[in-house]
């Protein structure tokens, strides 16, 4: 479960009231990676989950290249969340890292919900698409 203040920090949550941060949070499960470990690779089918990171840092890589560093409030798996195919970065934790995950059908049944998270997704997947 994930708490509400976790979820608030991530951009596409912050339009929900705290009921509906509750709602979200308790569909996700709590997850403890050791550093060194990869939690998505790139190019694989490495499950169907959406990632909010509570504690700790990881590095995205693309083509084996460090794209960005991420931390508390980032999220990740967006991408495999709207396509459900490959995954297309690798995310390694640098340090040990606790993360919040939530299972692409789970998040699909409150995305339906909740039109805003549904559009906010959109926008940042199209973002990500022209950068």
Excluded: C, Y
């Amino acid at each position: 479960m994930a708490g509400v203040d976790d979820l608030k920090r991530v951009s596409l949550f912050s339009e929900l009231d705290d009921r509906q941060l509750k709602k979200l949070g308790a569909l996700f499960h709590e997850r403890t990676v050791k550093p060194g470990t990869s939690v998505v690779k790139e190019g694989e089918m490495s499950g169907v989950g959406f990632f909010v990171v509570a504690e700790g840092d990881a590095s995205v890589t693309v083509g084996g290249r460090e794209v960005k560093t991420i931390g508390p409030g980032d999220h990740f798996g967006e991408v495999s969340l709207v396509s459900e195919g490959a995954r297309t970065a690798t995310v390694t934790a640098t340090t040990e890292l606790r993360l919040h995950e939530i299972a692409f059908w789970d998040f699909r049944d409150f995305a339906h919900g909740n039109p805003d998270v549904t559009w906010k997704l959109l926008q940042h997947v199209v973002g990500l698409l022209q950068s």
